[in-house]
């Protein structure tokens, strides 16, 4: 069934036979492969814009919204493009002071305000970290933006990638504070509309700023949707979401993961699976967007959002299953 004959809001019924019987002939193995994971909840897979397998294994349907986790990263990476893309920014190499200098708290160290958004995006910004063990204190603060911008810095801004939700924070609250809109207006207005998927609120900061970098919620339908228009380039549906060089560029490796491995761009992991170039949007728990251009395939996965998903674990399950499983069955 073509993407664009489907209806991707969150409350729409999704008409499911017709994915399984495709499952049952060119993604048997897959699907099969997903079953035997007990952290997976639900697999969409499109290629050449048509599904071709939508299962939800366990948790909700695939047109249910779920909490994505970092996978909001990624969408908040979108943003940023989009707003450069409209000139409410005027570029990447723009400042924290040029952007939004109300935001930097008056004891911060002299650099920050001239950290850009280019180190915000792909976490290059040298602050202290704000996720692993310490999120926690992050989120318990009275200003989460103050908090993260008054963190030591431990390395030079641009330098080593220091995965950091405060990071992506920071950039949601700039934006928002220079387009003089909240980030789930941006989000509605600049993705969830020319792509007909449902945004739903999601959790805000004691002063009002929604958490930029996780907790966002799509269903499994909307993240394929999000998907297809970044490996289409930026367009879905003949409309163009994004322009064609924001895309390319964010799928460009500009820093490296310590952690998994896998090159970071603009919101994306970068690497390989079973031959294949891939780029990966990337979520606690296994919430995961995968393109895989040389395939024209989209494969979303989401998993149960309060178990962890590391690279030796889990995550390295879902690997294999796109490496070994999905992109051999899609050849």
């Not at 996978?71 to 190499?93: E, F, W, Y």
């Not at 602050?127 to 989120?139: D, H, K, P």
């Not at 289409?232 to 500009?254: E, K, Y």
């Amino acid at each position: 069934m073509p993407l664009a004959r489907r209806a991707f809001l969150a409350g729409v019924p999704a008409l499911a036979l017709p994915f399984r019987l495709k499952a049952q002939t060119r993604f048997a193995a897959t699907l099969r492969a997903a079953e035997s994971l007990s952290q997976l909840h639900a697999i969409v897979i499109a290629r050449g814009g048509e599904i071709q397998l939508s299962e939800a294994l366990r948790g909700p349907a695939v047109e249910r919204a779920v909490n994505v986790k970092s996978v909001s990263k990624t969408i908040v990476a979108a943003l940023t493009g989009a707003a450069i893309d409209r000139q409410v920014v005027p570029g990447l190499q723009a400042t924290l002071a040029e952007v939004a200098p109300g935001l930097i708290p008056d004891d911060a160290d002299p650099r920050v305000g001239a950290l850009t958004l280019e180190n915000l995006v792909t976490m290059q910004a040298g602050l202290e970290r704000t996720s692993g063990g310490n999120y926690g204190a992050w989120v318990s603060s009275r200003n989460w933006v103050d908090y993260a911008l008054t963190r030591p810095f431990v390395a030079e801004p641009g330098g080593r990638m220091l995965y950091s939700t405060g990071s992506f924070h920071i950039l949601g609250a700039a934006l928002a504070e220079a387009a003089d809109a909240t980030l789930l207006e941006l989000a509605r207005d600049w993705i969830g509309n020319p792509l007909n998927v449902e945004i739903p609120p999601w959790t805000r900061d004691p002063q009002g700023f929604y958490l930029g970098g996780n907790e966002m919620a799509l269903s499994p339908l909307a993240m394929l949707r999000f998907g297809e228009m970044y490996r289409q380039g930026g367009t879905i549906d003949g409309t163009r979401v994004l322009s064609a060089d924001w895309v390319r560029r964010s799928l460009q490796p500009l820093t490296r993961s310590p952690f998994s491995g896998l090159g970071y761009g603009y919101g994306w992991f970068v690497g390989e699976a079973g031959g294949e170039s891939i780029a990966l949007a990337r979520g606690y728990g296994g919430q995961i967007i995968c393109l895989v251009p040389g395939r024209e395939m989209t494969v979303v996965i989401t998993s149960d959002p309060t178990q962890p998903a590391r690279s030796e674990g889990y995550f390295g399950d879902l690997m294999r299953l796109i490496g070994e499983t999905i992109v051999p069955e899609a050849a």
